[in-house]
T-cell receptor, first 109, second 113 residues
């Protein structure tokens, strides 16, 4: 079983739609959780950290469920510019950072 | 502007050839990393370095070598022993040992001729 599993998509949604991604992880020792965004053939960029209490940054909301070992990302009012691959990332301490394979999102006009 | 610079953006390797990917950072970060990304897969750690003149193997170090002679620089050599080198290579740095937030360079696409 992979340490981090994401639905690869692609998710095709119209502008203005709400879309949600889930990510499950197997390492219960995971300490920190993140969502990164990666555009095609570009470097990943930190989108937001994920906290147990849930957190929001504008149109983006992240949730963590430690008991069920999954994290989620909700994007409201999708924009064309949101089209990208979203990476679920875990940090288990020290130098161990685990990247999911990513979920591709296409937002259409 | 502070950041990480990778070069070249595209690189072609002939069979049996060693090639070196450059990574320079001016963020004054102690830790630097090399990742490999293949289509449909997550990033995989090749090597990392916590401090000058020290580096450690990651999950897929075979066929690669690194050096860390200066804090700012962490070049990666893809040797002829790496039989499947075609991939997107990403260099990253972090503020200190094990710090969570990674800053990435823009990547190098390596292909085999």
């Amino acid at each position: 079983r992979k340490e981090v599993e994401q639905d690869p998509g692609p998710f095709n949604v119209p502008e203005g739609a709400t879309v949600a991604f889930n990510c499950t992880y197997s390492n219960s020792a995971s300490q920190s959780f993140f969502w990164y965004r990666q555009d095609c053939r570009k470097e990943p960029k930190l989108l937001m950290s994920v906290y147990s209490s849930g957190n929001e940054d504008g149109r983006f909301t992240a949730q963590l469920n430690r008991a069920s070992q999954y994290i989620s990302l909700l994007i409201r009012d999708s924009k064309l510019s949101d089209s990208a691959t979203y990476l679920c990332v875990l940090h288990t301490g020290g130098f161990k950072t685990i990247f999911g394979a990513g979920t591709r999102l296409f937002v259409k006009a | 502007d502070g950041g990480i610079t990778q070069s070249p953006k595209y690189l072609f390797r002939k069979e049996g050839q060693n090639v070196t990917l450059s990574c320079e950072q001016n963020l004054n970060h102690d830790a630097m990393y090399w990742y490999r990304q293949d289509p449909g897969q997550g990033l995989r750690l090749i090597y990392y370095s916590q401090i000058v003149n020290d580096f450690q193997k990651g999950d897929i170090a075979e066929g690669y070598s690194v050096s860390r002679e200066k804090k700012e620089s962490f070049p990666l050599t893809v040797t002829s022993a790496q039989k499947n080198p075609t991939a997107f290579y990403l260099c990253a740095s972090s503020q200190d040992r094990g710090y969570e937030k990674l800053f990435f360079g823009s990547g190098t696409q390596l292909s085999v001729l």
